[in-house]
């Protein structure tokens, strides 16, 4: 471990000479630093200083994607499968009724078409509701 993080310091520029009344401590004070600090990130599993190199992080970046890449789509229900399908199939019969020369115009007539269609649909289900009130509170009033 010691010659790891003396070859690590000598690369780095450091001084490696130990003292001779104290073989396990560093002539320069920074080296000893670094030393104590290398030892603290052993002990806690990291390497000194936290960094990653280079290859470490492209290896992690590449086993992300990978994980993704094997990540299947959510499950459908068949309800949710059976409304696609028919918006689907109100889009397409949507465009197929549309000479397609305007471009832009058509698409934007096509979402305007089925915007209102959906209003309607929404604005029937409020009236439904609305008259099943109103029923309701004949009923009542009829039994009192």
Same mark, same amino acid.
């Given at each position: 471990?010691?010659?790891?993080?003396?070859?690590?310091?000598?690369?780095?520029?450091? +001084?490696?000479?130990?003292?001779?009344?104290?073989?396990?401590?560093?002539?320069?004070?920074?080296?000893?630093?670094?030393?104590? +600090?290398?030892?603290?990130?052993?002990?806690?599993?990291?390497?000194?200083?936290?960094?990653?190199?280079?290859?470490?992080?492209?290896?992690?970046?590449?086993?992300?994607?990978?994980?993704?890449?094997?990540?299947?789509?959510?499950?459908?229900?068949?309800?949710?499968?059976?409304?696609?399908?028919?918006?689907?199939?109100?889009?397409?019969?949507?465009?197929?009724?549309?000479?397609?020369?305007?471009?832009?115009?058509? +698409?934007?007539?096509?979402?305007?078409?089925?915007?209102?269609?959906?209003?309607?649909?929404?604005?029937?289900?409020?009236?439904?509701?609305?008259?099943?009130?109103?029923?309701?509170?004949?009923?009542?009033?009829?039994?009192?």
């Amino acid at each position: 471990m010691r010659t790891a993080f003396e070859a690590w310091a000598q690369r780095d520029g450091h +001084i490696v000479r130990r003292r001779e009344d104290k073989p396990e401590e560093y002539l320069v004070f920074e080296t000893q630093r670094r030393w104590v +600090i290398w030892q603290a990130a052993l002990e806690h599993g990291k390497t000194p200083g936290g960094r990653k190199t280079a290859a470490q992080k492209e290896a992690a970046a590449a086993e992300k994607r990978a994980a993704e890449a094997l990540q299947r789509p959510p499950v459908i229900n068949s309800d949710e499968a059976a409304v696609r399908n028919q918006v689907l199939n109100e889009v397409l019969d949507a465009f197929s009724t549309l000479g397609g020369e305007r471009g832009m115009d058509d +698409i934007l007539k096509v979402v305007q078409g089925l915007k209102k269609k959906q209003q309607e649909q929404e604005h029937g289900a409020e009236k439904d509701k609305v008259d099943e009130r109103v029923a309701k509170t004949a009923q009542v009033r009829q039994n009192a």
